[in-house]
Structures are given as C-alpha cells and as structure tokens.
C-alpha cells in the first residue's frame, strides 16, 4: 500500500492512534459500512479541555500529513463549541469536551454500527 492509499478502517486505525498519542479519552471506532452514506467509519473521543481538544485535532491532523501525506477533506467546531469534526471522507472523526460526548450520544445514535476494537500500537502485529 503506497502511503497516500491509506483509507477505510486502515485510516480510523491510524486516526485512534494518534488520538490516543494524544491521550483523547475514550476511543472508539464505530464501523458503519451499511447502514449510512456518511462514512464507512467514526473515529469518536473525547478531551478535557479546550487545549486538550486543539491538541487532539492537531496531532490527528499532522500525524495523517506527515506519515501518509494525507490531509483532511473539511473541519467544523470549535474548542469552544465542544465538539470538532474532521472529515477524512471514509473516516469522520468527532472529537468531544467530556461533558458533551454524552448529551449528543454518537454510540448510542448509531447503535446499530459495530464497535471495532482500537489497535494500541499496529507495529505490535505478528
């Protein structure tokens, strides 16, 4: 795979990575192939602060950039908003304040999706 043909659940691995490099909490991939026309995945985690949420986006987005030279399609929200979305095209990424990753519920919105467990380092595989 050349670096620029990362994409479907390749891509959300490496986009929960570089969330979790970045100590987002709660991390999860959501596989919605199926059943919408939004994404095939959601990458959804969560911060603490406003700095913790700039943070978070920034290492997203540069860790996509420098290792497979892959930029972002669109991005809405702000830290102040308490909710920042990065689109990737296959992978929509929410990036959530504590406090409003449970009044929007994306989990539970999209309950139907399977969970796909986050890989903790991919260069750990046999």
């Not at 659940?9 to 929960?16: G, P, S, V, W």
């Not at 919408?36 to 950039?65: M, N, Q, W």
């Not at 908003?81 to 989990?107: A, G, Q």
């Amino acid at each position: 795979m050349s670096e620029t043909e990362l994409e479907g659940l390749a891509l959300a691995q490496a986009i929960a990575k570089a969330a979790d490099e970045m100590q987002a909490e709660d991390v999860v991939i959501l596989d919605l192939k199926g059943i919408s026309t939004i994404a095939d995945y959601f990458v959804i985690c969560s911060g603490t602060s406003h700095p913790h949420l700039k943070a978070i986006r920034r290492e997203v987005a540069a860790s996509l950039d420098s290792e497979y030279q892959l930029k972002k399609h669109a991005s809405e929200g702000t830290p102040e908003s308490h909710w920042l979305v990065l689109d990737y095209r296959d992978v929509i990424v929410h990036i959530f304040h504590n406090d409003k990753r449970d009044l929007y519920s994306l989990e539970d919105l999209w309950s139907d999706a399977i969970t796909i467990p986050v890989e903790a380092d991919s260069s750990s595989e046999a």
